[in-house]
């Protein structure tokens, strides 16, 4: 069954850094687009960075130059490192699959990032 588990969030200053982890299990990762989505406060979970099976990456114009989205295909893993952290960075942060096809229907528990002083 597909499991997608996130972690590495936490409580960091403006400026900071954090690194989030996703776990992936029970579906064919090697060959799945993939994608970190953040839910802010009041608002709708949005998908900022998108990385491919080739490993070709993407981002919201908001984040470009401060996050970076890797893959790990052995290990089964993404990482999002996360740079130059701004309050309006805050929110859950949930991994899934990408487009062309979007999420799974199944969701992880995410990892909630709080940017502030």
């Known amino acids: 069954q597909v499991q997608l588990v996130e972690s590495g969030g936490g409580l960091v200053q403006p400026g900071g850094s954090l690194r989030l982890s996703c776990a992936a299990s029970?579906?064919?990762?090697?060959?799945?687009?993939m994608g970190w989505y953040r839910q802010a406060p009041g608002k709708e979970r949005e998908l900022i960075a998108t990385i491919t099976y080739l490993g070709t990456t993407n981002y919201i114009d908001s984040v470009k130059g401060r996050l970076i989205i890797s893959r790990d295909i052995a290990k089964k893993t993404m990482t999002l490192q996360m740079n130059t952290l701004k309050p309006e960075d805050t929110g859950v942060y949930y991994c899934n699959r990408g487009p062309p096809l979007g999420p799974l229907a199944v969701w992880g528990q995410g990892t909630q990032v709080t940017v502030s002083s």
């Open positions: 029970g579906f064919a990762f090697s060959l799945t687009n």
